[in-house]
């Protein structure tokens, strides 16, 4: 991943979930049309991430099919982007082509302009590292 | 109205001006066929193969299917599709809903507002009539059984109710058609005698005892619980191992019914810095002993932070070095503490 140093950089949030804006150069890297790289891989799902506890679902609504694809990323260790902890697997790419809305019962709506997001989820700390956030 | 060509070719541009009269477009999927009065646009009529819709501009559209109208809106005049106000502004035909096709029709104030909309089956019973006003909401079944009942009011938006409602769902889906975040329901059998789903909503989660299928479950803040978990007091419990429930959701659930300031008492934690947004940074001493060799903190950091869309409170555990309520956050949101030391932050343009 890039090494340009971002000090402060636009994110979104509902619930657990963050939704960090991906810079052009910061995209190449990860492109999948890129043949180059293997280290993500397209879902054929709208769900973004699944509570455990709940069932509840973060979804991807857009208003035209094809709007929206989903990518998890596949080798275990990808760096994450400057500043920020290295990629998890439960981590996501949300790659846009227009406005989208991200949907959960218990959160209002979330619009998303067109754009590609790395979806990352909180985290927090226990003894041993750490980890992402269960919901 | 004009008629002018785009990248046509060289030599193949035009530019028409058509005053009174029709205009035909045809492609491969579609006719277009558009009327011009005075040099507007009053009537354009597309034809796919199997639907035609004619759109009189600031008047209606009307959708036909085999020659038989299906759907009609009705438009406030001088606009293209702004809905007409006081009254009707759409009647939909042929709209499957639990396994018979009905009409809907939908009414607006007069101010443009949605504001009612009645749902009728083919065979003449009402399914049901949602407005914006009414708290409760009654759904039947086409052999005129009652289906479901809501206590709630209900949001009306351009598609409509029998649409959004997930009828593979336990609760019918009635999250996309509630209006607020606290509703109840109960929905009944086939024969709209025997209760078999019954609970309640609070802050879009469900709580409390739940009755889904026929089956009895025990909620609290949208977890599923055993029911001595549920019953229980939460007196009884050691705070410390509410705090270190891995599930964050889980956890939240437990300190909801435990109650934040109960655990504050019984935990005595120290309070390292309170935010403008009602978050805290604490400190709380685990009491684990020196030599433990499970690797326990003896001194856990936490923050408490509160959703924007359920107002619950969460305490998520962060790293024991940091030393203020923002790089505890920031961290939460995975900037590496270096980082957050230097100054880098994640800085939320939309938070839900």
Known sequence: ?135 | MYLTSRYAGYGRGFWLSVDNGAVDVRTKHEDVHIQVYHGRIVQQTTTKKHECTILKYGRERITKKARKIIKQEFFEPGSLEAIKKGGLYKKQADIAFCGTKGTIKCFSTSCGARCKEVFKYDNGVQAYTASIWRKNFLLKRPNGRLWAQFHGKVSLRSNPIAERLDLKATDLGLTTIMQQNTWSVTIYDTDGVKVVTQGQVENRQKQGKWLERGRTIYYLSGVPVSRELYEEPSDKWNAYEVLKVSNAQLRCSLLTKMGYDNLIEKVKPRIIETSTDGGELLEIDTHAPDDNNRGIDQIMRMIKVICPSTGQKYVLRVPPAIQCYEQARQWTFGLREESIGEGASLELAKET
């Open chain 1, 1 to 135: 991943m890039t090494t340009e140093n971002i000090k402060t950089r636009k994110a979104y949030r509902q619930g657990e979930l963050l939704f960090v804006p991906l810079s052009k150069d910061e995209m190449s890297e990860f492109d999948p049309e890129n043949k180059s790289c293997s280290s993500w891989k397209k879902l054929q799902t709208n769900v973004l991430r699944e509570g455990e506890a709940t069932g509840h679902m973060h979804e991807v609504i857009t208003q035209t099919p094809d709007v929206a694809s989903i990518l998890a990323p596949v080798s275990q260790f990808i760096r994450g982007l400057a500043n920020m902890a290295s990629i998890g697997s439960e981590d996501r790419m949300l790659m846009t082509t227009g406005q989208v809305d991200v949907v959960h019962p218990e959160h209002r709506p979330l619009s998303l302009p067109e754009g590609n997001y790395l979806v990352i989820i909180q985290r927090e700390y226990d003894e041993v590292k750490a980890r992402r956030i269960l919901d």
